[in-house]
T-cell receptor, first 118, second 109 residues
């Protein structure tokens, strides 16, 4: 399988500050990356689809001005939570799409970033 | 619309076999994935089906019927470490994974 890393693995910040989370595909190029959020005991919720060189596509209800996504290269996408508040505390997970032809395309997940906003 | 239906919770005994069923509806179809997720961790890949039939991988097997929108994950020789949530996730025509709430599997000694 392929490897996707996330940094940081956890972060604690004060309310009102901004936090940047990096997602890297280490051994393949990913034109498309996905950002998810997961609250305790709930399913993964897709926040946005990040395409290299273009604007991200946000899911309904996700504020694009609050969750800034940049996908400047084929191996790196970043999610910045701006003016974070306690309700933004969650587990943020990225995945990178590896296209391998007609028969097999897979999303490889990063290990996740746990954000706690005080 | 797109949706996933899995049992919320299942309980099984160590050493036994358990089958987790999943029905789905998606816009387009690019295969179906099963993931395992332990609390506080990201999902880890278990299996992938794109054609009808059974895929076997050690203690885990997954089955797909595209015409019925149905899949199952079969876990054999259950171990305590198999206690986790199991997520059925079909991939739609935009390569997005469609997620349900998953099935929480509890293994008892």
């Amino acid at each position: 399988g392929a490897v996707v890393s996330q940094h940081p693995s956890w972060v604690i910040c004060k309310s009102g500050t901004s936090v940047k989370i990096e997602c890297r595909s280490l051994d393949f190029q990913a034109t498309t990356m996905f950002w998810y959020r997961q609250f305790p005991k709930q399913s993964l919720m897709l926040m946005a689809t990040s395409n290299e060189g273009s604007k991200a596509t946000y899911e309904q209800g996700v504020e694009k001005d609050k969750f800034l996504i940049n996908h400047a290269s084929l191996t790196l996408s970043t999610l910045t939570v701006t003016s974070a508040h306690p309700e933004d505390s969650s587990f943020y997970i990225c995945s990178a799409l590896k296209l391998a032809g007609v028969s097999y395309n897979e999303q490889f997940f990063g290990p996740g970033t746990r954000l706690t906003v005080l | 619309g797109q949706n996933i239906d899995q049992p919320t919770e299942m309980t099984a005994t160590e050493g036994a076999i358990v089958q987790i069923n999943c029905t789905y509806q998606t816009s387009g179809f690019n295969g179906l994935f099963w993931y395992q997720q332990h609390a506080g961790e990201a999902p880890t890949f278990l299996s992938y089906n794109v054609l009808d039939g059974l895929e076997e991988k050690g203690r885990f097997s997954s089955f797909l019927s595209r015409s019925k929108g149905y899949s199952y994950l079969l876990l054999k020789e259950l171990q305590m470490k198999d206690s986790a949530s199991y997520l059925c996730a079909p991939m739609d025509s935009n390569y997005q994974l469609i997620w349900g709430a998953g099935t929480k599997l509890i293994i008892k000694p």
